[in-house]
């Protein structure tokens, strides 16, 4: 299957590869590397991540990252994983 990353989750993911690299330039490049092949290995099993909590679709799945969570959807027809969603779990107190 193809991945396809969306504006959405590319601008997200910018903002907080800046927000890293203020304090830790090289973790910044690290993180948004290993989160890149992370996506890749989608491919090969998309089904494999837990279906989204976000949405009641089958094909949309939650990958969970260090704390974050990349949201995606399965087109089985077009042969495609659109990447769109990037949310930073948050505690509350």
């Known amino acids: 299957m193809k991945i396809k990353i969306l504006k959405s989750f590319s601008l997200k993911l910018a903002d907080q ?4 690299a203020k304090d830790k330039p090289i973790a910044a490049r690290n993180f948004k590397k290993d989160i890149l092949n992370s996506l890749k290995n989608l491919s090969e ?3 494999k991540q ?3 909590i ?3 679709d089958e094909n949309i799945r939650d990958l969970i990252f260090k704390g974050y969570t990349i949201v995606y959807r399965i087109k089985p027809n077009e042969k ?3 990447v ?3 949310i930073k779990y948050r505690e509350r107190l």
């Open 50 to 52: 837990r279906k989204s």
């Open 80 to 82: 495609i994983i659109e």
């Open 84 to 86: 769109f969603g990037f």
């Open 54 to 56: 976000y949405f009641e």
């Open 17 to 20: 590869v800046e927000f890293i």
């Open 45 to 47: 099993l998309p089904y």
